[in-house]
T-cell receptor, first 110, second 112 residues
Framework: DTAVSQTPKYLVTQMGNDKSIKCEQN?????MYWYKQDSKKFLKIMFS???????INETVPNRFSPKSPDKAHLNLHINSLELGDSAVYFC?????????FGPGTRLTVT | QKEVEQDPGPLSVPEGAIVSLNCTYS??????FMWYRQYSRKGPELLMY????GNKEDGRFTAQVDKSSKYISLFIRDSQPSDSATYLC????????????FGTGTQLKVEL
């Protein structure tokens, strides 16, 4: 059973396009997150939702918009993609502090 | 300068060696300390979770926190090739909710 799943696993797209990444967790957790991991493996939080409410919103360009339709799902929509958006995006969920990560979505912008 | 620093490695050790991985940090408000292991092309997985200072042991892994020196360590005993991965430390400050601040990760290779 996959605890935190993401789709797609790989995403290759051109600059200027709009794309979405989806995340689902079946752990019953209340809190979900989006992280960005750059080419040097540095992992940085972007957003966090608790029970569909945005609670962490780091300094991220407003081209990035998270949406949580219910507490088991958190999607990330990116407008007008730029070369610098190329990275691995991880979804995570947590209850009582321990965060569980999904397998990641490798986004390449050409 | 990043809030949490880690030597990126790579660190290469022979099988069976004791491995010491370390992080230093600058924010004295950090109270919760974690170690994650990340295999190539996979998501990070939680290895150890400690609160405040002291040691915590789980099998071959020992996490150590020294708040006075702002220094945390992860020791791996009897290292195995399957331990080859990137190890990331992460921290949460008091009142920081669930906002993890990660180190840059140390790449470890355990050779036969």
């Amino acid at each position: 059973d996959t605890a935190v799943s993401q789709t797609p696993k790989y995403l290759v797209t051109q600059m200027g396009n709009d794309k979405s990444i989806k995340c689902e967790q079946n752990l019953g957790h209340d809190t979900m997150y989006w992280y960005k991991q750059d080419s040097k493996k540095f992992l940085k939080i972007m957003f966090s939702y608790n029970n569909k409410e945005l609670i962490i919103n780091e300094t991220v360009p407003n081209r990035f918009s998270p949406k949580s339709p219910d507490k088991a799902h958190l999607n990330l929509h990116i407008n007008s993609l730029e070369l610098g958006d190329s990275a691995v995006y991880f979804c995570a969920s947590s209850q009582d502090g321990e965060q569980y990560f999904g397998p990641g979505t490798r986004l390449t912008v050409t | 300068q990043k809030e949490v620093e880690q030597d990126p490695g790579p660190l290469s050790v022979p099988e069976g060696a004791i491995v010491s991985l370390n992080c230093t940090y600058s924010n004295s408000a950090f109270q919760y300390f974690m170690w994650y292991r990340q295999y190539s092309r996979k998501g990070p997985e939680l290895l150890m979770y400690t609160y405040s200072s002291g040691n915590k042991e789980d099998g071959r892994f020992t996490a150590q926190v020294d708040k006075s020196s702002k220094y945390i360590s992860l020791f791996i005993r009897d290292s195995q090739p399957s331990d080859s991965a990137t190890y990331l430390c992460a921290m949460i400050p008091t009142g920081g909710g669930n906002k993890l601040t990660f180190g840059t990760g140390t790449q470890l290779k355990v050779e036969l």
